[in-house]
Nanobody, 119 residues
Framework: QVQLVESGGGLVQAGGSLRLSCAAS????????MGWYRQAPGSQRELVATIGSGGITNYPDSVKGRFTISRDNAKNTVYLQMNSLKPADTAVYYC?????????????WGQGTQVTVSS
């Protein structure tokens, strides 16, 4: 079983930057697509960014050009570089991964990390 541990959240002023990290540990199955999602109070969880095992990325228009997802397979870590942050980016950010192991394919989530952008 792969576990995801997130770090890097915090409080930042509008226009500032944060870099989130999500480290995978445990089983050494193939980590396929990884992604970041966020959820603001009273809102549904929404996609922030995804990155496939081959490096193909996907972003919604709300973050395109400001956020960059990347992964370091040697470190089993995915990152989210967030620049030009806006108060609307305030949310709990969750790391997600699709893992292919020998006998199963499954999805797992991190615990979430709070990002707060002040105006």
């Amino acid at each position: 079983q792969v576990q995801l541990v997130e770090s890097g959240g915090g409080l930042v002023q509008a226009g500032g930057s944060l870099r989130l990290s999500c480290a995978a540990s445990g089983s050494r199955g193939s980590i396929r697509t990884m992604g970041w999602y966020r959820q603001a109070p009273g809102s549904q969880r929404e996609l922030v960014a995804t990155i496939g095992s081959g490096g193909i990325t996907n972003y919604p228009d709300s973050v395109k050009g400001r956020f960059t997802i990347s992964r370091d397979n040697a470190k089993n870590t995915v990152y989210l570089q967030m620049n030009s942050l806006k108060p609307a980016d305030t949310a709990v950010y969750y790391c997600n991964a699709l893992i292919r192991e020998v006998l199963r394919t499954y999805e797992t989530w991190g615990q979430g990390t709070q990002v707060t952008v002040s105006s």
